[in-house]
């Protein structure tokens, strides 16, 4: 969705939309399925700029980083932004941010695209480890099997004979 802030003035700017999106266009390969995002929230005229607050909700499902297991759950997240369309957004050199550099969004031409804060959220709510529970055993590195389900017959830990001679070096032979 497009909107043209120039037409905001005393009263917020009010926006809701329902979204279906293809988990393959956030190029992550751990989210497996989206379910439909609720997206909208308020466009408020601040003088100096617009203020951006928006609510988000939608179900993600992941594969487990240990046991390729999926696991779903829902998602709600709240986004705060400063719009600002009079500077250019600096792009030479190395800049310092400051905290509150991090929720400023430059617009060119008074419109923003609701679309690319969009898919910034949905990458922002992936987590850094996708575990299925916090103890998953995960798979077992010699057979595959899942040790979540399963146990195996597989010797641990199998220890590869070209780092045999470090473990004398350091004193741990047993």
């Not at 696991?71 to 500077?87: C, F, H, M, R, Y």
Request: charged share 30%.
């Amino acid at each position: 969705m497009r909107i043209r802030l120039d037409r905001i003035s005393d009263e917020p700017f009010r926006w809701e939309e329902r979204r279906r999106i293809e988990p393959s266009i956030l190029e992550r390969p751990e989210i497996v399925g989206l379910g439909e995002i609720t997206w909208g929230g308020t466009i408020t005229n601040t003088g100096t700029g617009h203020l951006f607050q928006g609510k988000l909700e939608y179900e993600q499902t992941l594969t487990c980083q240990r046991c390729l297991a999926e696991t779903s759950g829902p998602i709600q997240a709240e986004v705060e932004l400063l719009l600002v369309s009079d500077g250019e957004e600096p792009t030479e050199g190395e800049l310092e941010l400051e905290a509150e550099d991090l929720d400023v969004h430059y617009v060119a031409d008074e419109i923003v695209d609701t679309e690319p804060l969009l898919f910034e959220q949905l990458q922002l709510n992936v987590p850094m480890r996708v575990l299925c529970r916090e103890a998953c055993a995960g798979l077992c590195p010699h057979c595959g099997i899942d040790r979540n389900r399963d146990s195996c017959d597989c010797q641990e830990p199998v220890v590869d004979p070209r780092w045999a001679a470090l473990r004398g070096l350091r004193g741990l032979e047993e």
